[in-house]
């Protein structure tokens, strides 16, 4: 079935510093990736859609120069978080949709992002 | 606009007791409706999904979701709780982006479910 490989799974870096996390199709193509954000005991939160080869359409409210999202191949999409703060502590996730895939939607493992 | 409201935070069964999870959606268009289990620190599993067709969808570990569009419900059950089972339970909906397409996902707020021996 469809794979969906997240590096890293978890990181923690200083305030101030930046972050990228990278969210890789293994066996198939994706023009479109999703990236989410999960606090703590709630639900998932689109962020962003990810485009191959254009830029990503952000959520209302989600800073696009703070989360860099660049998609340059149809199997790579990376989410840099910029200038992090200790608010910015969450879990992200990608998903992406295989063509033709009768299950929709397939999950990245995570990125537990810390910041300190 | 759709949106998904799963009632319950938590849920706790004994081990070999049934299993409902509620969920209600919100939708303009005829909906895409997913089951997804969420273990600590990983990604979401999709359980199973709803499109068109038979309104009862049966998906993997033995769960199975009952699509009522007069009551704009996608409940999930299992007849028999395993300890296994205990994890977050995420429902989704999904709107159209054209034909079988699937657009973006609207996610519920989850809910966890206990499984006590």
């Known amino acids: 079935g469809a794979v969906v490989s997240q590096h890293p799974s978890r990181v923690i870096c200083k305030s101030g510093t930046s972050v990228k996390i990278e969210c890789r199709s293994l066996d198939f193509q994706a023009t479109t990736m999703f990236w989410y954000r999960q606090f703590p005991k709630q639900s998932l939160m689109l962020m962003a859609t990810?485009?191959?080869?254009?830029?990503?359409?952000?959520e209302q409210g989600v800073e696009k120069d703070k989360f860099l999202i660049n998609h340059a191949s149809l199997t790579l999409s990376t989410l840099t978080v910029t200038s992090a703060h200790p608010e910015d502590s969450s879990f992200y996730i990608c998903?992406?949709?295989?063509?033709?895939?009768?299950?929709?939607?397939?999950f990245g493992s995570g990125t537990r992002l810390t910041v300190v | 606009a759709q949106s998904v409201t799963q009632l319950g935070s938590h849920v706790s069964v004994s081990e070999g007791a049934l299993v409902l999870l509620r969920c209600n959606y919100s939708s303009s268009v005829p909906p895409y409706l997913f089951w997804y289990v969420q273990y600590p620190n990983q990604g979401l599993q999709l359980l199973l999904k709803y499109t068109t067709g038979a309104t009862l969808v049966k998906g993997i570990n033995g769960f199975e979701a009952e699509f009522k569009k007069s009551e704009t419900s996608f409940h999930l059950t299992k007849p028999s709780a395993h300890m296994s089972d205990a994890a977050e339970y995420f429902c989704a909906v999904s709107d159209r982006a054209g034909g079988t397409s699937y657009g973006k996902l609207t996610f519920g707020q989850g809910t966890i479910l206990t499984v006590h021996p």
């Open positions: 990810s485009n191959e080869g254009s830029k990503a359409t952000y």
């Open positions: 998903s992406a949709r295989p063509a033709g895939s009768g299950d929709g939607y397939t």
